[in-house]
Structures are given as C-alpha cells and as structure tokens.
C-alpha cells in the first residue's frame, strides 16, 4: 500500500488526517474532537460497519492499533485516564457508518465524568443521516455533520498540524518505548 493511496472512513476521504496506518487499520485525528487528543481508529475496509464484520486478521490488527494508539495518546497528551469507545450501530450512536473506536484522553482537573457519553451521543447524526451518509453515492465526499452547540469543526490546516505533530511524537514514543512495539505491526507504516 503506498502512501498515496487514498483513505476513506465510510465515503469521507480522510487521508490527510491520518497519522498511523497499518495494513488493515488507521488512525486520525477528529474533526470534532471532545477533549485534545480525541483521536479515531478505523480498520481500512470501508464495508466494515460494525465489529463482527472484521475478518480474524483485521481484528487482531484493529486491536493490537487500538492498544498501541490508547498508550500513545495517553503518554503524548499526559492523560490520566482514557475512554474507549466503540458505538456498534446507529441505535448506539454511531455516526457514520463505518466501525471506528474513539479514544479520548481524560484529566482529573476538568473532568466532565460520565458526560462525555452524553457529548457522544449529543453530537451525533441520528438515524437519518448515518443512512444517509451510508447510503451516498461516491461524490459525496464532502458531507459534513450537522453542526452543533457542543463542539465545533476544526480546520483542515488545524488537523493537519495535529497529524504532523502526531507523526513526530509516535516516533519518539516508540524509540523511546521498547514494551509497546509488541502492538506494533512489522508492516505499519506512518
């Protein structure tokens, strides 16, 4: 897979937000990040909406990314804690329809607790759009989420500040962090 190849989460092309790949799974930064390091992992097969449709070889690399990525973002940003979370269909609050997992650095200091699943939910497109971004023919790219109140998108050069700076941490961190490589595919790439 070159670098070149271009990459989609459902029928968004997202190449330039992703800062890890591997040969079945990425990672990207979020356009509409709840907390900084708010970061999506997404396996590469666009026709995986939900989890029981990754084939054993995806699974084992889509959570050996998820593992690698959670220490990151936690190491990178200094988080106390982190939230993951997967919303298995709409009615869980997926918001587009293409498996992702969302991993979310969490702080003592500022802590919104619990409501962080409200903000999930909160933001989401509801049925109605995720069948519709399902559903979109090749040229809808350009389909953004409805806005909202609780989080606002950023910026194509914003995100692409964040995944460059991404790119030159994950290499730190894993020079610097010998345990975690055990996550780490022999075909990664970033």
Same mark, same amino acid.
């Given at each position: 897979?070159?670098?070149?190849? =271009?990459?989609?989460?459902?029928?968004?092309?997202?190449?330039?937000?992703?800062?890890?790949?591997?040969?079945?799974?990425?990672?990207?930064?979020?356009?509409?990040?709840?907390?900084?390091?708010?970061?999506?992992?997404?396996?590469?097969?666009?026709?995986?909406?939900?989890?029981?449709?990754?084939?054993?070889?995806?699974?084992? *690399?889509?959570?050996?990314?998820?593992? #690698?990525?959670?220490?990151?973002?936690?190491?990178?940003?200094?988080?106390?804690?982190?939230?993951?979370?997967?919303?298995?269909?709409?009615?869980?609050?997926?918001?587009? =329809?293409?498996?992702?997992?969302?991993?979310?650095?969490?702080?003592?200091?500022?802590?919104?607790? *619990?409501?962080?699943?409200?903000?999930?939910? &909160?933001?989401?497109?509801? @049925? &109605?759009?995720?069948?519709?971004? @399902?559903?979109?023919?090749?040229?809808?790219?350009?389909?953004?989420?409805?806005?909202? *109140?609780?989080?606002?998108?950023?910026?194509?050069?914003?995100?692409?500040?964040?995944?460059?700076?991404?790119?030159?941490? #994950?290499?730190?961190?894993?020079?610097?962090?010998?345990?975690?490589?055990?996550? #780490?595919?022999?075909?990664?790439?970033?």
């Amino acid at each position: 897979m070159s670098g070149s190849t =271009p990459i989609y989460f459902s029928k968004f092309l997202v190449t330039e937000q992703v800062f890890f790949r591997t040969r079945f799974s990425y990672a990207l930064v979020n356009l509409k990040p709840i907390t900084k390091g708010h970061v999506l992992v997404v396996p590469l097969r666009s026709q995986v909406v939900q989890l029981s449709q990754l084939t054993p070889q995806e699974n084992a *690399d889509y959570f050996n990314t998820v593992q #690698l990525i959670h220490q990151f973002m936690k190491w990178v940003y200094k988080a106390q804690a982190v939230n993951i979370a997967i919303q298995d269909g709409p009615e869980a609050g997926q918001s587009v =329809p293409h498996l992702h997992t969302h991993i979310i650095p969490r702080y003592k200091e500022n802590n919104i607790g *619990d409501k962080v699943y409200e903000r999930l939910d &909160d933001w989401d497109l509801r @049925r &109605d759009e995720y069948m519709k971004a @399902r559903d979109m023919n090749e040229e809808g790219t350009n389909l953004r989420p409805d806005q909202d *109140d609780v989080r606002i998108a950023r910026s194509m050069e914003e995100m692409k500040k964040e995944v460059d700076f991404l790119k030159a941490q #994950l290499e730190e961190f894993l020079s610097n962090h010998c345990d975690v490589k055990k996550w #780490l595919p022999t075909d990664a790439r970033q």
